[in-house]
């Protein structure tokens, strides 16, 4: 398969398209590392490899940010400075688990000693999209190695740089063969193949919602444990009393960091009818600030959105914008950074939208912002979880009553209050209604690399 980059339009490598042989290889692979010196060892040297791979990471992190730009179109500074830190700092936190993932004993009627194992499930398949192909990775990997698993990581066909990179490592650092396996190829091949494998124990996922669908569909054949993280159309709430400026840099940052190829993009503003005008202009001046550039330039802020097939979804998207009768107030193109090639796109902001409108109904994964009005608490509240989707939202007001209030209200897995889009490996991460289930980084995420055994032991004399 030929990898491009999305910023020059040029075939930059050529990975292996694997095919059904190679899933079969890489599952006795996985199964036979189970058994090997990785299932003897013990957790807290389990937890040591671990945290090398973060060590390793850093040590390479100028290369490995290199490739995940090139081959997602992303600046290098968020690349090399958020990024790849995040993902090293995912591997770090879930080795000091390792040692700490236990049973309990359990006071039982009659006369037995009864305690839980927490063992690891198997094998782990963990699929990942081209978005943040790094990270997305680590936050199956790092607790699925932790806990004892074995892995077989596939990276989206767009982006399969970085998760190979991530392979090298695992060898540099001495991981024992078949602990951590990576195999590229497409989804509907590939993807499908492990998501419906006999020998795999657990499918980790995120990408699009009817994928997670489908592979939710496909794995009740085996009855595999699944955990899902799919799309977003996240509401961001800015009341008329919050600290305006603070809100356009949350609201902007929301929406166009990472190119709005983001997960728990902001990519609804709702915003009080009271401050509206105001708000949507300065918005609008800012956005027209964002120049797209030349993603390795570390000067570089907007990259490229990733792939061809990408840049002619958001602009479907904008031409349904202008065609359903909202007001665009900024971007709306296609760009160009003197080089003629690239899939460029400048930042967009609607105003005027209503929540029937398509642009304010389906995620684009795009840098375009939706802007709709509401008159109070009570109407932003529903139009903030009118929607299929409860990934994230975001409330902006500096009445703590309020901030609170909302926070409770809104159906999704994460909620900032006066700001966004921050995240910490302590901290969970995961979906409300359609947008998954199960949860991604911190303790809470342990339980889904870990399957719980209860032993009886009789005691009577
Ligand atoms: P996608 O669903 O097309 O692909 C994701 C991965 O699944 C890729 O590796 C792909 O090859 C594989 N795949 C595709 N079809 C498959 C199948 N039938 N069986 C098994 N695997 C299959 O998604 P995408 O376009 O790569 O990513 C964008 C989506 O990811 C967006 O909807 C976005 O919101 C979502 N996302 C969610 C989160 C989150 O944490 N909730 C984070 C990032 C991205």
Not at 382 to 392: E, F, H, R, S
Not at 408 to 419: C, M
Request: charged content about 20%; proline content about 5%.
């Amino acid at each position: 398969m030929e990898v491009v980059n999305p910023a020059t339009e040029e075939v930059i490598a050529s990975v292996a398209s694997a095919g059904a042989a190679d899933v079969d290889a890489a599952v006795a692979a996985a199964r036979a590392g189970l058994d090997g010196p990785w299932g003897k060892m013990s957790a807290r040297e389990r937890g040591r490899l671990v945290s090398r791979l973060a060590d390793r990471l850093m040590e390479k992190a100028d290369e490995v940010a290199r490739l995940e730009t090139i081959h997602n179109g992303k600046p290098i500074s968020e690349s090399r400075n958020i990024e790849i830190p995040a993902a090293a700092e995912c591997f770090e936190y879930f080795a000091g688990w390792a040692d700490k993932v236990m049973g309990e004993t359990i006071p039982v009627k009659g006369n037995h000693l009864t305690y839980t194992l927490r063992e690891p499930i198997g094998v782990v398949a963990a699929i990942v999209p081209w978005n943040f192909p790094l990270l997305l990775a680590a936050w199956k990997v790092a607790p699925a190695l932790a806990c004892g698993n074995t892995v077989i990581l596939k990276p989206a066909s767009q982006t399969p740089l970085t998760a190979i990179a991530l392979g090298e490592i695992a060898i540099e650092v001495g991981l024992p063969p078949g602990v951590l396996n990576v195999i590229t190829g497409a989804g509907s091949t590939v993807g499908q193949a492990l998501v419906e494998h006999p020998g795999i124990d657990k499918v980790a996922f995120t990408g699009d919602t009817t994928t997670g669908k489908a592979i939710m569909r496909s794995a009740a054949e085996t009855l595999k444990t699944i955990t899902l993280e799919l799309g977003g159309k996240s509401p961001n709430i800015v009341l008329a009393d919050a600290d305006l400026d603070a809100a356009l840099r949350g609201v902007a940052v929301g929406i166009f960091y990472g190119k709005g190829e983001v997960c728990a993009a902001g990519s609804r503003l709702l915003v009080d009818r009271a401050i509206k005008d105001e708000f949507i202009d300065k918005l609008a001046a800012r956005t027209k600030k964002m120049v797209p550039g030349d993603p390795l330039d570390p000067k570089t802020r907007f990259g490229s959105v990733s792939s061809k097939k990408q840049l002619e979804t958001v602009l479907r998207y904008i031409d349904s914008g202008r065609k359903e009768g909202a007001t665009l107030v900024a971007g709306g193109e296609r760009a160009d950074i003197g080089t003629g090639k690239g899939y460029f796109v400048q930042p967009t902001v609607f105003a005027d939208v209503t929540p029937e409108m398509t642009i304010s109904r389906e995620e684009i994964f795009g840098p375009v912002l939706a802007a709709i009005e509401f008159a109070d608490l009570d109407e932003a509240i529903a139009k903030a979880n009118d929607t299929p989707y409860g990934l994230a939202a975001g409330v902006w007001t500096r009445d703590i009553k309020k901030a609170h209030y909302v926070a409770r209200k809104l159906q999704a897995g994460t909620v900032w209050i006066n700001t966004y889009n921050v995240y910490d490996t302590a901290a969970p991460f995961g979906g409300y209604k359609q947008s998954g289930f199960g949860r991604e980084m911190s303790a809470h995420a342990l339980q889904h690399y870990t399957q719980v055994k209860s032993v009886w032991v009789d005691l009577n004399m």
